[in-house]
C-alpha cells in the first residue's frame, strides 16, 4: 500500500503571497490531519477533515485554511504569509481520525 | 504548564543500553502516541496505546492511565535509534493530537 505523500516537498515563497500545500492519504483513509512543526513552538494541530468536512480546528488565524477532497486527498492553503510561517507541513491520515495516524514527509516551507 | 511534558529533553547513550524515554500528561484521553522523527523529518508512528503495555522489537511502550504517565523503552540501544522521540495525546472526545515537546536521543557507538 503507498504511504502518505506530500508536494510539494520544498517551497521558497515571499511575504504576503499565498501557497497551497497538497496532500494524498493512504488509500481507504478518510481522515486527514494537518500539522505544523517549527523550532520554537514544535509540532501544533492545524486542522482535521474527515469525509470533506473540517471535523478540528486548532489554534491559527484564519489565513490558515483546507479542505478535503472526495477521493479523501487534501490541501490547505495560507494567505498573505508571514515569516513566522516557514516551518514543516506535515500531515497524516488515518481510518477514522481516532486510529493510528500515518504521516506524510511533509513539505518545508520556507517564507522570506 | 504544557498539556505533555516529556523528560529528558536530550539523552545521550552507549550503544547497548537500555534507554527510558518518559511522558507525563494532565489530560483526559482516549489514546497515546509514541513517533519517531529522524533528521530530515519524517515522521514514524512507534505505537499507539491506551492501556497497559506493547512492544515490537526492541521497543517497548507503557502506559498507567490513573497516574497519568507512559514510558517508552529501548533494550540494546543502537546507533541508527538516534532520533527525536515524541509523546502524542488524543484527548478524550477529540480527534486531535497534542505533543510534547520531543526527547532527542543519540547513541554513540
Known amino acids: 500500500k503507498a504511504g502518505v505523500t506530500q508536494t510539494p516537498r520544498y517551497l521558497i515563497k515571499t511575504r504576503g503571497q499565498q501557497v497551497t500545500l497538497s496532500c494524498s492519504p493512504i488509500s481507504g483513509h478518510r481522515s486527514v490531519s494537518w500539522y505544523q512543526q517549527t523550532p520554537g513552538q514544535g509540532l501544533q494541530f492545524l486542522f482535521e477533515?474527515?469525509?470533506?468536512?473540517?471535523?478540528n480546528k486548532g489554534n491559527f488565524p484564519g489565513r490558515f485554511s483546507g479542505r478535503q477532497f472526495s477521493n479523501s486527498r487534501s490541501e490547505m492553503n495560507v494567505s498573505t504569509l508571514e515569516l513566522g510561517d516557514s516551518a514543516l507541513y506535515l500531515c497524516?491520515?488515518?481510518?477514522?481520525?481516532?486510529?493510528?495516524?500515518?504521516f506524510g514527509p511533509g513539505t518545508r516551507l520556507t517564507v522570506t | 504548564k504544557n498539556e505533555v511534558e516529556q523528560s529528558p529533553q536530550n539523552l545521550t547513550a552507549q550503544e547497548g543500553e537500555f534507554i527510558t524515554i518518559n511522558c507525563s500528561y494532565s489530560v483526559g484521553i482516549s489514546a497515546l502516541h509514541w513517533l519517531q522523527q529522524h533528521p530530515g523529518g519524517g515522521i514514524v508512528s512507534l505505537f499507539m496505546l491506551s492501556s497497559g503495555k506493547k512492544k515490537h522489537g526492541r521497543l517497548i511502550a507503557t502506559i498507567n492511565i490513573q497516574e497519568k504517565h507512559s514510558s517508552l523503552h529501548i533494550t540494546a540501544s543502537h546507533p541508527r535509534d538516534s532520533a527525536v522521540y515524541i509523546c502524542?495525546?488524543?484527548?478524550?472526545?477529540?480527534?486531535?493530537?497534542?505533543f510534547g515537546a520531543g526527547t532527542i536521543l543519540r547513541v554513540k557507538s
Open positions: 497524516a491520515s488515518s481510518l477514522m481520525g481516532y486510529y493510528e495516524q500515518y
Open positions: 502524542a495525546v488524543m484527548r478524550q472526545g477529540g480527534n486531535k493530537l497534542v
Open positions: 477533515y474527515f469525509s470533506e468536512t473540517q471535523r
